[in-house]
């Protein structure tokens, strides 16, 4: 074969299984107390702070990562149970998930030992926020186009420029980002850009909000003027970040979070649909299930092939892209199959409420974590063509 | 399941790649190379896979026929070993020994009824039953007053009407009209018309899976050789992103379908669990092979739309397929009428649980 892929069929071992009754009973207890509606995906997150702490005494921050940093050394498998329970419960994991998903491996992987000692265990413990600065004004999906500068100075770097998109900014304590220490050559349009942690309390950062269609606020313009970076906060190569960014993306792609953001929907649909639905209704249903489960299945064995060592670039360029479309997708094809449900369904309302929400949301999931163009170029070079 | 460590797959392929490659094929306009290759399947026990010894089959598990079924796809296979082994599957159900020669199935589709009469006679009409023109006997599953049966019939006692399917094999009407079997076996409980369909979906997806791979295999090859605009057609961007499209279906439809085999290879039988894994598959395989099958004559141009050239024999095969044992739009109603019986909140559970 050209092009030999591989979904071997990976069942979750029992260990999971009991793993996720806990993740359940914690989530009806938090929901029972009041901390978040698992009907509202379009609240904010007021209230995160806490319930990001009692996520980090139940001991599902950094869950892979070595004890010594505050980790619990589970596997990927266990984490995936935790990340698609709190997805499905509309837990708000927003003050956490970045730095449990993507910081914190970046920093195991190229943080001097004593900045890990001193930041993982307080993500594992759910203290803190980061965001990820990739994308600039006139950048967008084209990292290579970043033109934020860190000048060298005396005992660390200088940063002017800004980043845009940038989740979370307003509450994030720490950015990891991508500066351009050097032009790129003429050779490698990749060369010049280094990764760096820079603490969001620094002097001279301003965060300026961008309101979203959805009426939430997550985006943020994010302004550095003179803002110093210590030596040791540089991350990995000097010139060399393109690699290290390229690979924390493949965490970023394959995660149950890549096709359940609009899953609410097709549950709510089920519901008006109620339990005899006529027959265009109950095909509906079942083609939308059918969708689900096969992803979901792709996505259980890339956390397979993660945990056994490999790097699945492709293999999860391929689950963002097909869940991507498809969570992008979902609202409108619960909007055409809402024409079947009774006018008497008892969810009527929150049915057409959280569909306008998704249809609203949907134009984000094609771009976030990736563009479909983009991930389709890593495809098709997967496949030999590039 | 891996193909890399599994003898009986590579058996399987070894045949295929010498007895049913695209040369043997497109320069045998006649199609005599069938015959040779229906003996050394015969003498290689493949089509008698699922059958246990005792009853005359080589008794692979159910995992290594799915694997060679998969690998037939990918052959574009043109001869009835999907329907020999799901008929000796069949029997073996019934504890009937398997005879010699090919067979096939029926009903193969799900809206017919066959059913056996106190006298111990068959009576009913199964359509599109694949290669019955070319089987010595049809396994059967019929309704009786005492539940499923099991029966093995001669085909030549059957009423068959040929037919053509979308693919360019044989997909017959059969009509039982107080047919005698040769012998008959009560089902074992659990063991219905839809566990039968639910048997034969899943051997169709991994069909199509198949067909999907060779599809995408060769299309990239293709676009990395044929040069038009100064380029070779694999450097446009536009096609590129095509056959990304082409790599996540192929992806979707093997891995539902790798999935479901492994459901029913380890369930201890025809449970909820293989009921949404088995009509998931079909589903979106049958899905994958109208998106597949679309891209792969695109990027081939009309070279591929010429009987000449080999692509039609796994792109119209993974078409035809679609529609055995229960097409796409049936499974849907069915996994969807049993997802709203749940209940709203027993989805997530039940996609979890798998």
């Known amino acids: 074969m050209t092009a030999a892929l591989r979904f071997d069929p990976i069942r979750l071992p029992p260990v999971c299984e009991e793993l996720r009754k806990e993740v359940r009973a914690f989530l009806a207890e938090e929901i029972a107390a009041g901390t978040f509606d698992p009907n509202k995906p379009q609240r904010e997150d007021s209230d995160a702070p806490e319930f990001s702490r009692r996520v980090g005494e139940r001991g599902w921050l950094g869950m892979t990562w070595p004890k010594k940093y505050g980790g619990h050394e589970r596997t990927f498998l266990e984490r995936y149970v935790v990340t ?9 994991t927003r003050r956490f998930f970045v730095a449990d998903r993507q910081s914190g491996p970046v920093l195991l992987k190229y943080a001097p030992e004593h900045i890990k000692m001193d930041i993982l265990p307080r993500i594992c413990r759910g203290e803190l926020c980061f965001a990820i600065g990739m994308s600039e004004p006139n950048s967008g999906s084209d990292l290579f186009a970043a033109k934020t500068k860190a000048t060298k100075t005396d005992g660390g770097y200088l940063i002017n420029g800004s980043k845009i998109w940038t989740t979370s900014a307003h509450i994030a304590d720490y950015m990891i980002a991508i500066f351009r220490t050097s032009p790129p050559t003429k050779e490698n349009r990749r060369h010049g850009l280094t990764q760096f942690l820079v603490n969001m309390k620094s002097p001279g950062i301003k965060v300026n909000p961008i309101a979203q269609i959805t009426g939430q606020y997550e985006f943020n313009e994010v302004v550095f003027t003179d803002v110093f970076v210590p030596d040791d906060h540089l991350l990995g190569e000097v010139d060399g970040a393109w690699k290290q960014a390229t690979s924390e993306l493949a965490y970023e792609r394959s995660g149950p979070e890549r096709f359940l953001e609009t899953y609410y929907v097709l549950t709510e649909l089920v519901r008006a649909l109620g339990s005899d639905p006529d027959t265009r209704g109950a095909e509906g249903i079942g083609r939308l299930v059918a969708q689900l489960h096969t992803m979901r299945r792709m996505s259980v064995s890339v956390a397979g092939m993660l945990q056994a060592g490999k790097e699945p670039v492709v293999e999860a360029s391929i689950v963002k892209d097909i869940g991507t479309i498809w969570e992008q997708q979902l609202p409108h094809r619960v909007r055409e199959l809402a024409a079947f449900v009774d006018g008497e369904a008892s969810n009527h309302a929150t049915l057409d409420e959280l569909t306008a929400f998704a249809t609203k949301l949907a134009p984000k999931l094609t771009i976030q974590g990736g563009t479909t163009e983009v991930l389709r170029g890593i495809i098709a070079r997967g496949l030999g063509l590039r | 399941m891996t193909e890399t460590d599994n003898i009986v797959v590579e058996t399987a392929e070894k045949i295929f790649a010498d007895l049913a490659d695209p040369q043997t094929i497109n320069a045998d306009k006649a199609e005599t190379w069938k015959a040779p290759l229906w003996q050394a399947l015969s003498e290689s026990g493949l089509p ?29 296979l043109a001869v009835p070993l999907a329907e020999t082994m799901l008929a000796g599957w069949l029997l073996a159900q019934g504890k009937i020994a398997a005879p010699e020669g090919a067979m096939t199935i029926a009903p193969a589709h799900p809206k017919d009824r066959l059913t056996l009469d106190a006298d111990g006679k068959l009576s009913g009409r199964a359509r599109s039953v694949p290669f019955a023109q070319d089987a010595q006997h049809v396994a059967v599953l019929a309704q009786s007053a005492a539940g499923a049966k099991i029966a093995l019939v001669p085909a030549s006692a059957c009423r068959i009407d040929r037919g053509l399917g979308l693919g360019g094999d044989a997909s017959d009407v059969v009509t039982f ?40 295999d060769r299309s990239v090859t293709y676009a990395n050789e044929r040069v038009a605009f100064e380029k070779k057609i694999g450097k446009f961007q536009a096609v590129q992103h095509n056959l990304a499209k082409l790599a996540g279906e192929t992806s979707a439809a093997l891995a539902a379908a790798t999935s479901a085999a492994d ?21 979106r395989c049958a899905e994958a092979a109208e998106k597949g099958a679309a891209i792969a004559h695109q990027v081939h141009g009309a070279i591929g739309f010429t009987r000449e050239h080999i692509l039609h024999r796994f792109s119209l095969r993974a078409l035809a397929w679609r529609d055995d044992f229960g097409n796409e739009s049936h499974w849907a109603v069915e996994l969807g009428r049993k997802v709203a019986a749940r209940g709203a909140d027993d989805l997530w559970p039940l996609v979890a649980s798998r």
């Open chain 1, 84 to 92: 698609e329970e709190m997805r499905i419960a509309n837990a708000p």
């Open chain 2, 263 to 283: 459901a029913i290879s380890s369930a201890e039988g025809f449970d909820d669990a293989v009921f949404l894994e088995a009509s998931a598959a079909k589903i």
């Open chain 2, 48 to 76: 008698l896979s699922w059958v246990p010894e005792e009853f005359g089959g080589s008794g692979a598990s159910l995992a290594e026929g799915f694997g060679v079924l998969n690998a037939a796809g990918r052959a574009g």
């Open chain 2, 177 to 216: 009209d107080k047919v005698a079997p040769i012998t008959t076996a009560p089902a074992p409980q659990g063991l219905d018309q839809t566990s039968l369909m639910l048997m034969g979906a899943v051997a169709r997806s991994l069909q199509i899976a198949g067909a999907l791979e060779t599809l995408l």
